[in-house]
């Protein structure tokens, strides 16, 4: 079943299953238990996974599964609800970017219609002082456990996040606390996905439920519900359906990765289809848990991933306006889609 896809020219052509030798498991219970032994195999599994493919299933990275499932039934409670309701929670701007995005307004191809699908963004709370330059979180008034809920799921996350970054500092070898100590700001997003179901006349030409994009941070952390729908570009630019797997995260690195380690992690593009190429009368819904560096870090060619010649690819950025300049780039839409 194996053929070649130009992703900018067939948008509904279903993926093939993906192969575990092409976007592996990675279970991280060795490297959890202090056997040395056991560490290096996970570092070196990831290391692999990270430079060939850019996506990983995680297993055993601490995240409780109860919490899994209670975020997604709250999640189902809130995008259960009208969209008067919805919208005045909206998100405002890139800046921000927290509250609930609505359907159509972000295209994550920018060169595509609206996504269809609608989102909800949330971060961190801030702490004392802090509040002054943190964005707010847009929660609903009146249902509690959603924050509770989504802001342990956050915790949860970010711990899980730390142990994988971890094993990534151990990959290249460079000091402990590059990654792990730079992603404790604010700039981490957890964004809930309702991804509705699609009426066979619904969408636009070229319409899908998140079009083909590279994440925009360092890593991401994704929870599918049910049957899946993910697809990830490999080498040959085919699509690979990439499906929920019992008890396993899907890990990918983002763009910001890519450029720290000048290219050595790979930024791989991946999309969410239609599952029949066409419609569907089911909804899909998913939870991105978004790591990012604190926006002052400075983004430059890690020690260690120089080109042959001692080169770096990418002139230094901070990462602030590195995520910033790509959340513009797909809220392009926006003003259209609200008309
Ligand atoms: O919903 C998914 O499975 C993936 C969504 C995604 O890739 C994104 O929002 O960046
Ligand atoms: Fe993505």
Redesign the pocket.
């Known amino acids: 079943m194996s053929r070649s896809i130009s992703p900018a020219d067939d948008m509904h052509a279903p993926g093939r299953k993906v192969g575990l030798d092409e976007v592996p498991i990675v279970d991280f219970a060795p490297y959890l238990s202090g056997d040395p032994d056991g560490e290096r195999r996970v570092v070196a599994e990831v290391d692999h996974a990270l430079r060939e493919i850019g996506f990983m299933y995680v297993r055993n990275v601490g995240f409780p599964a109860a919490l899994r499932d209670d975020t997604f039934a709250a999640m189902r409670r809130f995008f259960a609800r009208d969209a008067g309701y919805k919208q005045r929670l909206a998100w405002l701007t890139p800046e921000s970017n927290r509250g609930y995005v609505g359907p159509g307004v972000q295209a ?1 191809d920018p060169r595509r219609p609206g ?1 269809l ?1 609608e ?1 909800f963004d949330t971060g961190a709370e801030a702490q004392g002082a802090d509040a002054a330059h943190v964005p707010s979180n847009r929660w609903p008034a009146d249902d509690p456990s959603l924050r509770a809920t989504v802001l342990a799921y956050y915790e949860a996350s970010l711990a899980a996040a730390k142990i994988i970054l971890s094993a990534m500092e151990r990959a290249l070898s460079i000091a402990p606390g590059t990654f792990t100590a730079t992603h404790d700001a604010y700039a981490n997003t957890l ?1 809930l ?1 309702h ?1 509705p179901p699609v009426p066979h006349a619904g969408p636009q030409e070229n319409q899908i ?2 079009g083909a ?1 590279t ?2 941070g360092s890593i ?1 952390l ?1 929870s ?1 519900h049910g049957e ?3 697809e990830v570009r490999n080498k040959r630019g085919e699509w690979l359906m ?1 499906p929920a797997i019992n008890d396993a995260m ?1 890990i ?1 690195t983002g763009d910001c990765m890519q450029r720290w380690t000048n290219n050595v992690f790979r930024s791989t593009g ?3 289809a239609l599952p029949n190429g066409v419609d569907t009368n089911t909804s ?5 848990f ?1 790591c990012s560096p604190a926006a002052d870090t400075t983004i430059e060619c890690l020690p260690g991933c120089e080109r042959a010649d001692g080169s770096a690819i990418y002139p230094p950025i901070t990462a602030g306006k590195h995520i910033l300049k790509r959340l513009n780039e797909t809220y392009g839409t926006r003003d259209k889609a609200r008309k």
């Open positions: 994550l996504d699908k989102a964004r996905l991804y439920r998140a994009h994440d925009f991401t994704l599918q899946g729908g993910l990439a899907i990918n991946h999309r969410v899909r819904y998913s939870i991105a978004f």
